[in-house]
């Protein structure tokens, strides 16, 4: 199985008709979606909303953001002197979110959103433009493909989809596990280059309370669905450590699975990762096995690598 095939054909077919089993109920402020046409809201999906945790003026990326609908809501949140940029692979989403995003724009009284064509694991290479490169010299030999590459490194470089040290927050909305495993430590580190020193990521998606196994992981209707590339539990903040964060704190847990597959919990969680900066401390990798020790807590607590440390860890921390 192509994980990615499999998340393109899927969500290139829900964003034509929408799909229920592709989302958790998650509750809105309805404020902000009054501003927002129907077929944004119908045919987003998503298991969480770290739009609420936004702030007025901050520039936002979205990554997978689909038909867009956290990026206008966002867009409302950061107000005409913030910037929300959403980040999506697939043309079919990417249609219906640009088609709307004007009538977003007359809505709220101001344009601050725009989209964009990538990887979420690869945020530097900007996918439109190299398909305009690439039309212009098709590939028809193995010298074409290698200069292929080495164009996709130059237009990183050169003029980057996302630039490092951009953005004040990052968020997504049930998207990282759709990721191929493989990637999802490019993933995390793409995430930790965009964001502003003492920015931060806010995260909503699906973990697991035990490994997903192997066979589950070939099911592209498992995949594709947000379930079988499932973060487990407890090593979804260790994957922010790794990647460079001090300090993550688990903003909610959904006590109910969303689903449960032959014994599987599958669940809902939103987490914050702060980026080195103003009022963090560095990151020690080697203790970073002590920065999650209870997947049950859900009152915000942070959890730092460095135990007992961090000025932001509550009396009940690890």
């Known amino acids: 199985m192509n994980t990615e095939t499999a998340v393109h054909e899927r969500y290139s077919a829900a964003s034509q008709a929408a799909e229920a089993a592709l989302c958790c109920p998650v509750s809105y402020d309805p404020k902000y979606l009054k501003a927002i046409p129907a077929e944004v809201i119908e045919k987003d999906y998503g298991c969480g909303d770290p739009s609420r945790y936004v702030r007025s003026g901050e520039t936002v990326l979205d990554l997978g953001s689909g038909t867009g609908k956290i990026c206008f809501i966002a867009a409302q949140v950061v107000g005409p002197n913030g910037r929300v940029i959403g980040v999506d692979m697939t043309d079919a989403m990417l249609e219906v979110a640009r088609r709307n995003a004007p009538l977003v724009a007359a809505n709220i009284g101001y344009a601050n959103v725009e989209f964009r064509k990538g990887r979420i694991q690869d945020l530097a290479l900007d996918l439109e433009l190299l398909d305009r490169e690439l039309r212009a010299k098709p590939i028809a030999s ?18 980057p989809l996302v630039a490092s040290d951009l953005v004040d927050v990052v968020v997504s909305n049930c998207v990282l596990n759709l990721v191929a495993p493989a990637a999802k430590r490019q993933l995390f580190a793409e995430i930790f280059r965009v964001l502003k020193p003492g920015g931060r990521a806010v995260i909503s998606d ?14 592209a209707d498992l995949w594709s ?28 847990r959904e006590e109910q699975p969303w689903r449960v597959i032959e014994g599987i919990e599958f669940r809902s969680v ?49």
């Open 206 to 219: 699906i973990v697991s309370d035990v490994d997903v196994p192997a066979e589950m992981q070939t099911n």
């Open 225 to 252: 669905g947000c379930l079988s590339g499932a973060f487990r539990e407890d090593k979804f903040p260790l994957a922010f450590a790794e990647a460079g964060f001090p300090v993550v704190r688990i903003l909610k």
């Open 142 to 159: 193995l010298d074409a493909f290698l200069g292929a590459e080495r164009l996709a490194d130059e237009l990183r470089q050169r003029t």
């Open 270 to 318: 939103t987490i914050e990762a702060i980026k080195n900066g103003a009022g963090t401390s560095s990151l020690r990798t080697k203790s970073a096995a002590a920065l999650f020790t209870s997947p049950s807590r859900t009152d915000g607590l942070s959890f730092n690598a460095t135990r007992g440390v961090s000025n932001d860890c509550g009396p009940r921390c690890c």
